[in-house]
């Protein structure tokens, strides 16, 4: 789920500070202050990983494991608005309607967006960095964060005659980060998930019912339904909530083999 709707979709009437286990005053306010966003940064870093600790379905007793799994999607969306000033910001006015009456201005646009002080920042930097000094492939850097305060959620690197740029992205789904966060490594887990991948590069056809009919002699002919639906869908290469686990991969040449793979079996296809 993109950051921008899942501010949209705030539930004001949860205790988002309680569900992390912190109250509204344990944050700083860092509307102008790069410091105060980088330690908001790393204090709602560090309780989300206290409380996924407590609440991850692999540690949840016989019988508990939806109620724990429920609760750990939870401590990842309270992580998620609140680790966004521009989040937090809307949900801190109480409504959406409080925001109107006391004129709280919110450039939607900047909802979801990188901030040079968050942990996100330095995660998608280090992965772009560790892409581009060790890919053999010949390759050039796409896309460096150009802006002091915020950027866009994606890296980019193009690899030399491939028109599909491979792209890091670091994305808020909380039943992706508790489908790929194991119990026993919580401690390197982050609150969102590493995706590394092609985009739009394979295709699914959802089709209306067959439609079955008879030619003059009786027999049988079935026609395919019409296309009701066309979805694209990327060629992942790498998904996963442990840094180390990406970076691992990255060194050891397991990444660049998946994507050489990938490049010769696309080949073949055409």
């Not at 799994?69 to 949900?91: C, G």
């Not at 979801?112 to 560790?130: A, C, T």
């Not at 890296?155 to 790929?180: A, C, M, Q, Y």
């Amino acid at each position: 789920m993109e950051r921008i709707e899942i501010a949209r979709s705030i539930d004001f009437k949860e205790d988002y500070y309680s569900i992390l286990g912190i109250q509204k005053s344990d944050l700083l306010d860092d509307d102008n202050d790069v410091e105060s966003k980088r330690q908001n940064s790393l204090k709602l870093h560090e309780v989300y990983r206290r409380q996924a600790h407590r609440s991850h379905p692999d540690l949840a007793p016989d019988g508990k494991e939806q109620d724990f799994s429920e609760r750990f999607r939870q401590i990842v969306k309270a992580y998620t608005i609140l680790s966004d000033p521009y989040s937090r910001k809307i949900y801190d006015s109480g409504s959406f309607e409080s925001m109107i009456s006391n004129r709280v201005e919110i450039d939607w646009n900047m909802v979801g967006r990188f901030k040079k002080e968050s942990i996100e920042n330095e995660v998608g930097s280090v992965l772009f960095l560790s892409l581009d000094e060790n890919l053999t492939i010949p390759h050039s850097a796409m896309f460096v964060p150009y802006d002091e305060k915020y950027h866009n959620y994606i890296w980019e690197i193009n690899i030399n005659g491939f028109s599909k740029n491979l792209t890091i992205s670091l994305v808020p789904d909380s039943d992706d980060i508790l489908r790929l966060t194991g119990g026993k490594d919580l401690k390197e887990s982050l609150p969102f998930k590493i995706y590394i991948f092609f985009p739009m590069i394979k295709f699914s056809i959802l089709r209306e019912e067959p439609v079955i009919a008879y030619d003059i002699d009786g027999n049988e002919v079935i026609f395919e339904g019409r296309i009701k639906n066309l979805s694209y869908m990327d060629q992942e290469i790498f998904e996963g909530t442990n840094l180390n686990d990406a970076i691992e991969e990255i060194k050891s040449g397991e990444l660049e083999q998946r994507i050489l793979d990938f490049l010769a079996s696309s080949t073949k296809s055409r």
